[in-house]
């Protein structure tokens, strides 16, 4: 006579899936730990300094934490708490460096705004481009691509950094193209609207910088 047993994978909540609170105490850390590193690097050398120091460099980590996560919303509320996490850690080590000036208070909180209504975005776009279906895929694979072309747009335009431009432009292309595979070869029927899609939303994320960002920035 044999006895049935039960595995652990077997019964919700007993499985190798970290918990709902791991998930959130890891995503916080990386992100304090992100902040502060983006401080640390300052002076640095350029190309450490712009690594870290980057809006894109935010957000698309924001984007990879998405996609590791099982769950859509639990991806979505990482995303907000990965970046005010980011911002937490960046403007406490700008404390302790002594570096933290009367327009800080302002500043960050404009950032820590901006992070709480961009991460839930780009969360839920790194989920859906891992796990999601249908034509939704490919608007969040633009979505991500969005972010580094629009920067690109930025550092030229804007900034006269047209070196340090022409290297963001270079990988948001390359970006978008790996992303418009990838959706080409899960079979996507309309997985070329990533390709299309990407410059019109980095023209709409370099338009929000100088419209929103950097005019509120300016006046705190």
Same mark, same amino acid.
Do not use: Q
């Given at each position: 006579m044999?006895?049935?047993?039960?595995?652990?994978?077997?019964?919700?909540?007993?499985?190798?899936?970290?918990?709902?609170?791991?998930?959130?105490?890891?995503?916080?850390?990386?992100?304090?730990?992100?902040?502060?590193?983006? +401080?640390?690097?300052?002076?640095?050398?350029?190309?450490?300094?712009?690594?870290?120091?980057?809006?894109?460099?935010?957000?698309?980590?924001?984007?990879a934490?998405?996609?590791?996560? *099982?769950?859509?919303?639990?991806?979505?509320?990482?995303?907000?708490l990965?970046?005010l996490?980011?911002?937490?850690? +960046? +403007?406490?080590?700008?404390?302790?460096?002594?570096?933290?000036?009367?327009?800080?208070?302002?500043?960050?909180?404009?950032w820590?705004?901006?992070?709480?209504?961009?991460?839930?975005?780009?969360?839920?776009?790194?989920?859906?481009?891992?796990?999601?279906?249908?034509?939704?895929?490919?608007v969040?694979?633009?979505?991500?691509?969005?972010?580094?072309?629009?920067?690109?747009?930025?550092?030229?335009?804007?900034? *006269?950094y047209?070196?340090?431009?022409?290297?963001?432009l270079?990988v948001?292309?390359?970006?978008?193209?790996?992303?418009?595979? *990838?959706?080409?070869?899960?079979?996507?029927?309309?997985?070329?609207?990533?390709?299309?899609?990407?410059p019109?939303?980095?023209?709409?994320f +370099?338009?929000?910088?100088?419209?929103v960002?950097?005019?509120?920035?300016?006046?705190?």
């Amino acid at each position: 006579m044999t006895t049935a047993t039960t595995s652990h994978r077997d019964v919700p909540g007993t499985g190798t899936a970290p918990g709902t609170g791991a998930v959130l105490a890891a995503t916080a850390a990386f992100g304090l730990l992100l902040g502060w590193a983006t +401080y640390a690097l300052h002076g640095t050398t350029p190309l450490l300094e712009r690594a870290t120091n980057s809006v894109s460099t935010w957000i698309l980590w924001t984007a990879a934490a998405g996609a590791l996560i *099982r769950g859509r919303s639990l991806a979505a509320w990482c995303g907000a708490l990965m970046m005010l996490a980011t911002c937490g850690g +960046y +403007y406490a080590a700008s404390t302790l460096g002594d570096d933290f000036g009367a327009g800080g208070l302002g500043t960050a909180a404009v950032w820590s705004v901006a992070g709480l209504a961009g991460g839930p975005l780009l969360g839920w776009a790194g989920w859906t481009v891992r796990r999601g279906r249908g034509n939704v895929r490919a608007v969040a694979g633009a979505v991500i691509a969005m972010v580094v072309l629009g920067e690109g747009l930025w550092l030229g335009l804007e900034l *006269r950094y047209w070196t340090e431009a022409a290297v963001f432009l270079a990988v948001g292309v390359l970006l978008t193209a790996f992303l418009t595979f *990838r959706l080409a070869r899960s079979r996507e029927p309309r997985f070329w609207w990533c390709a299309v899609l990407a410059p019109v939303f980095a023209v709409a994320f +370099y338009c929000a910088e100088k419209l929103v960002l950097d005019s509120l920035i300016g006046t705190v």
